[in-house]
Structures are given as C-alpha cells and as structure tokens.
C-alpha cells in the first residue's frame, strides 16, 4: 500500500515539474520579442523629434553658453584664487619672515652662547697659560739668579785669583827692577845657606 | 895637554868664575908653557923672560904660590887646571840683572867656602824673577827667586783681598 502512495507522490511531483518547465519557457519567448526595433515604432518617432528639436544650431548655441559660463566660472575662480592666492602668499611672507627672524634669534642667541663659551674657555686657557708662565719665570728666574749668583761668584774667584798674579806681576816688575842686587846678597846667602845641605848633597854625589 | 890624574892641592883663583874662565886660564897658561919651553931651547944659556901676561894668570900664580919659569910648577898647575875642567862641580846661577864682579865674587867666596873650594858658577839672567836666583846643579833646581816666594804666599795674599773685599 505504501509503496504505491510513493509512485502517486513522485508522478505528481514530476508533472509539476515538466508544467513549470514549460512556463518559464513561454514566458521567455514573450520578453525578446519587444526588443526588436523595427521601423515605424514609438522609439524611432521619439528619436526624431529629439533630433528635430535639439538640432545642430541649438547643441552650438547650448555649447556657446557653456563655453562662456565656463570661462566666467574660470575667471572668477582664477581671481578668486589669485586673492587666496595673494593673501596666502602674503601670509606665508609673514609667516616666514617671523620664522626666520626666530630661527634667526635663537641662533644669533646660539651663536653668542657658544662665543661667550669659546671666549670664555679661552680667556680661562689664557689665565692658565699667563699663571704657568709666571710660575716657569719666578723658576727661571730663581734658577737665573742662582746661575749669575755661582758665576759671579765664580768670576769673583778666578778675579781674586788673577788679582794674586796681577799684585805679584806688578810688585815684581816694580820692585825688581828697583833692588840692586847688592842689597839682595844677604838674601840670596840666607837662602844658599838654607839649602846648602842639598847642593852639597847633590854636588857630592858627583852624577 | 891631557890632564894629569896626579893634582897638587893648588885652587882656583877668584877671578876664574866660570868654565870659560877657567878655558882661557888654561889656554893661556899652555901658550905661556910653550913660549918658555921654546926660549929655553933657543937660548938655553938665558934665563927665558916672563911675557906680560893677564890679571887671571897672574893671579892664579899669586894664588897658587907657583914660580912660572919653572917648567915642573906649570906643568903641574895646567894639570890640576885640567882636572878642575873636567871635576869641577858646577853652579848655574840666575839673577834678575848683571850681577857686577863685586857681588860675583862675594859669592863665590861664600860657595867656595861653603860648598866646594873648586866650585864654578855661570851667572844667567831672568829678568820676570823680580829677585833673588835661581840655582841649578847638575841634578837639582832651586827657585830661591822673589816671584817662588810671592807665589808661595799667594794663599795669604788671597786671604788679604777677600778680607779687605768683605
């Protein structure tokens, strides 16, 4: 029984099938057939008053009008834009001479800043420098003056010295040409008896 | 004539100072000897006759005590000269100036009394010694000059200056 309710159902269901088959069918060849323009209908009769109306003569004048609203619209943007473009450019005149002039400030201010270190460094080295060099002259000096100390000292010496040679010089070219040698003969015995003992010695020995 | 090894104590005179006085005694005393010996061979019956001869000679036969005619005393006293040419000690001494005889001959006097009887002196002369002599022997040298003694004492004169500086 039950197997022949399922045949009943499944022929059922494929007639349903094959009827919508066969609509769509139908409807689609009713939907082309419209298409088709052929002569004589309502769109080929719409086309021709369009182009009746909106002729050759009338597109140039539409065209004219638009060239001109154009270039109105143009120039007033171009004027429009010079002003922006004046007032912008003015402005960044402004603009960059104050930026300028800052930048300017600070460095000139950075500038200064580091010459018033460079001086300062080199005022500090040169102090430094001026101290080491008096320090190296009180020791130069020191060490000069004990130099000139020793050397005269020195010099003072062999003066002294020479002085010796000088007095002795000059006593005995004074004197010696003064003493005859008469007067000396008991000097000059004083002295052979001093040292007779020797020259007796020596003659003696006969060599 | 050769020097005889056989010497008389005779000395030398005063005035015979040097070598060279002592050289021109001999040569002097040789010639004197030939001249006799020649006069008693050419006239052997003579008595020869004394030439003139000088002041060293003379004194040297004073001195010595000898008789000149006779042959034997001149042939001993040029031997004795001879043999002080050849050992006598010799002095050279320096002086600042000419010494004169005089002061020549006080000294030898003191050295021959001294010293040696036979001593010989040659006088130089330094005038940069100021005074005083220089003695020289034939091994030594003694500076007995002013200029030694002034150098000696160059210590003191140094002190001197330094105290009269301060």
């Not at chain 1, 009827?19 to 419209?34: D, T």
């Not at chain 1, 300028?100 to 201010?109: N, P, Q, V």
């Not at chain 1, 070219?173 to 015995?189: F, H, P, S, T, V």
């Amino acid at each position: 029984m039950t197997i022949w309710w399922l045949y009943l159902i499944l022929g059922l269901l494929g007639a349903v099938g094959t009827a919508f088959v066969w609509l769509i069918i139908k409807i689609n060849g009713q939907g082309v057939a419209p298409k088709k323009n052929a002569p004589g209908t309502i769109e080929e009769a719409a086309d021709q008053d369009v182009e009746h109306i909106f002729n050759e003569e009338f597109r140039e004048e539409l065209r004219n009008r638009g060239r001109l609203h154009f270039e109105k619209i143009i120039g007033e943007n171009a004027m429009f834009l010079q002003q922006d473009l004046r007032l912008t450019t003015s402005q960044l005149n402004e603009y960059m001479k104050t930026e300028i002039t800052s930048k300017l400030k600070e460095e000139f201010a950075k500038y200064e800043e580091s010459i018033m270190d460079a001086k300062q460094l080199a005022i500090e080295s040169i102090q430094k420098t001026n101290a080491a060099i008096d320090e190296q002259r009180a020791i130069l000096g020191d060490q000069v003056k004990g130099e000139i100390l020793a050397e005269k000292q020195q010099l003072v010496a062999r003066f002294e010295e020479n002085m010796t040679d000088i007095v002795n010089h000059y006593v005995l070219a004074a004197i010696g040409n003064q003493i005859d040698l008469n007067d000396q003969l008991e000097y000059i015995l004083a002295d052979l008896e001093a040292n007779k003992k020797a020259m007796i010695e020596d003659i003696s020995s006969g060599a | 004539m050769a020097p005889n090894d056989t010497l008389v104590a005779y000395s030398l005179p005063l005035s015979v100072v040097s070598p060279v006085d002592l050289g021109r005694l001999i040569r002097e005393l040789e010639a004197l000897d030939n001249d006799l010996n020649q006069a008693v061979i050419s006239f052997p019956d003579n008595e020869p006759k004394m030439p003139i001869t000088s002041r060293l000679l003379d004194e040297a036969i004073a001195v010595n005590k000898i008789v000149p005619q006779l042959a034997e005393d001149r042939k001993q006293l040029i031997a004795y000269l001879w043999g002080m040419k050849a050992k006598a000690p010799v002095l050279h001494i320096s002086f600042s100036a000419d010494p004169s005889p005089l002061f020549t001959q006080k000294l030898l006097v003191w050295l021959r009394q001294e010293v040696n009887k036979d001593v010989l002196v040659t006088i130089g002369l330094q005038p940069s010694i100021g005074a005083g002599c220089i003695v020289r022997t034939n091994n030594k040298f003694f500076d007995l000059s002013l200029r030694k003694d002034m150098l000696s004492k160059r210590g003191l004169l140094l002190s001197e200056i330094s105290e009269a500086r301060a």
